[in-house]
């Protein structure tokens, strides 16, 4: 399967996951679009989009048109949903191992992939699948290489269900309020075809940076965004505080939750990485500082 996808250049650059690649690639990838962002003085959006459940949620109809995509016949694909659909599951604890099982028939069936089955490209295909219909409904950022001019599209950094994905505006003139709509769009976009698949949208997964214009000086970005007029002000529980939102994302049930709005100058982590779009990577070197000297202390 992968040895097909990969004969027939099927894979796209969004998809990191991949041979060859690696999660360190995936992070330069994402330092690199913010780096063009502020030096080209071009307004810009990254939003944390992760899917919730990956492998344990992927439907099977869009998984079945995306396997034969791969090369992988019809009968191959029957064979492996209807299994999984089937097959009865154990929990196994500390304490022992349950003797009730539990599972789904062709009736009833239990839907996704199954994770650690053996199959890890299948949720890879299923996300080519989604990262095509994202791409031809004209989101994504398209950018001209400083060497050769030429020009590409780069519509996300994805990892398995680890995305990000990247908003440039089509011209350094766009406002903010613009530039808020154009990716509150194209996120909507992207989670309504998460859950198509079969995804879950997780608030506490999901953010967004906004790099504006107003920011983008001659040094790298340091200071606070000034992004204007948030939709909301969410609560957070745990350090009573708060934190502004600008856009908002659509759930399975038609209501819509607000997406946290973080400042540029703000960490989050991705991939065991934390990263900012201001290019400060002191949270980085604090933490894995402060590893080192818990594996030192235990050697």
């Known amino acids: 399967m992968m040895k097909n996808a990969a004969d027939e250049e099927l894979i796209p650059h969004e998809i990191f996951s991949k041979k ?3 999660t360190v690639n995936a992070i330069m ?16 959006g990254l939003g944390g989009c992760n899917f919730g459940d990956c492998y344990d949620r992927g439907a099977h109809l869009p998984g079945i048109i995306a396997s034969q995509v791969w090369g992988i016949s019809i009968e ?3 064979v492996l949903l209807i299994v999984l659909k089937r097959m009865q599951f154990c ?19 239990i839907f996704g992939f199954g994770q650690g089955n053996g199959t890890p490209p299948a949720f890879l295909c299923l996300s080519l699948l989604i990262m095509n219909v994202y791409q031809r409904m004209d989101n994504g950022a398209n950018m001209t290489s400083t060497y050769t001019c030429r020009m590409f599209l780069l519509s996300a950094v994805m990892y398995v269900d680890n995305t990000d994905l990247l908003h440039l505006a089509p011209s350094q003139e766009m406002s903010d309020e613009e530039l808020i709509t154009q990716v509150e769009e194209s996120t909507k976009m992207w989670g309504e075809l998460a859950q198509v698949t079969g995804g879950a949208l997780k608030q506490s997964n999901w953010f967004i940076y906004f790099i504006p214009t107003s920011l983008l000086v001659a040094k790298p970005v340091s200071k606070r965004s000034k992004i204007s007029h948030p939709q909301e002000v969410l609560s957070l529980q745990r350090t009573g505080g708060s934190i502004p939102s ?9 209501s819509t939750v607000p997406i946290p709005t973080l400042e540029v100058d703000e960490p989050s982590k991705m991939l065991g990485i934390y990263f900012c779009p201001a290019g400060d990577g002191t949270k980085h070197v604090t933490s894995m500082t402060a590893k080192g000297a818990s594996w030192l202390d235990r050697l």
Not at 29 to 44: E, N, Q, R
Not at 246 to 254: E, F, Y
């Open 20 to 22: 060859g690649s690696h």
């Open 29 to 44: 990838c994402k330092t690199f679009f913010c780096d063009i962002s502020k030096v080209l003085h071009w307004p810009a």
């Open 76 to 78: 191959s694909v029957k």
């Open 91 to 109: 929990l196994r604890m500390g304490f022992g191992e349950l003797k009730e099982f539990y599972g789904g028939s062709l009736d009833d069936p």
């Open 246 to 254: 600008h856009i908002s994302v659509t759930q399975p049930d038609g």
